[in-house]
């Protein structure tokens, strides 16, 4: 009787076209059924118009959400999301370019000081300053960030905004913590 041997339970996502991969439902080897997982639509512009400009971001499929380590020349290397945020008006839809710098998760929420918080602000006010500090729930963490209407972003636009958010968490970890943890 089938329910009293062992059974083995599989679950395998396969990519599968440039638009969206396949999560395939096995037991014991045996394919029960596959399932389709399409991409958003906006994320998927952004992914192609990100290949158009030489870069090769990820998608995932599990946070709904893109994303790139991007490597800088002296070896250190910075991760860089892209998430989808609610629509600045109908037909606005707009990313938000996200590189954490300090992890706040569990115990390290202690690392955030007055005098810590107070630098960041003043950071974010300097003439040479084109995205901002955050703090992101979703990373439990600090983050760069900067924000873009998709329907008017150029490949150049994306590129720089790519780039500076991953240059301004990557100096701040270098600098201030002295550390490359992202």
């Known amino acids: 009787m089938w329910c009293k041997s062992e059974l083995l339970l599989n679950i395998v996502r396969e990519p599968h076209s440039h638009y969206g991969a396949e999560e395939v439902y096995e037991v014991n080897s045996e394919i029960l059924f596959k399932l389709d997982i399409k991409q958003n639509v906006v994320l998927a512009r952004v992914l192609n118009q990100a290949k158009s400009a030489g870069y090769d971001l990820q998608y995932d499929y599990e946070n709904g959400e893109l994303y790139y ?17 609610a629509p600045l008006a109908p037909g606005f839809d707009v990313i938000r370019f996200v590189s954490p710098c300090l992890d706040l998760s569990g115990k390290n929420i202690r690392l ?3 005098d810590v918080a107070v630098d960041f602000l003043k950071r974010n006010c300097e003439d040479t300053m084109y995205c901002a500090f955050a703090f992101s729930g979703r990373r439990k963490a600090i ?32 600098d201030v913590l002295g550390k490359d943890a992202y």
């Open 112 to 114: 955030l000081k007055k």
């Open 69 to 85: 380590n991007f490597s800088f020349e002296d070896g250190r290397q910075q991760m860089v999301y892209i998430e989808l945020i």
């Open 143 to 174: 983050v760069a960030e900067a924000m873009q209407i998709v329907r008017t972003m150029d490949d150049d636009e994306f590129v720089t905004l790519l780039k500076y958010v991953a240059k301004v968490a990557d100096e701040y970890e270098r």
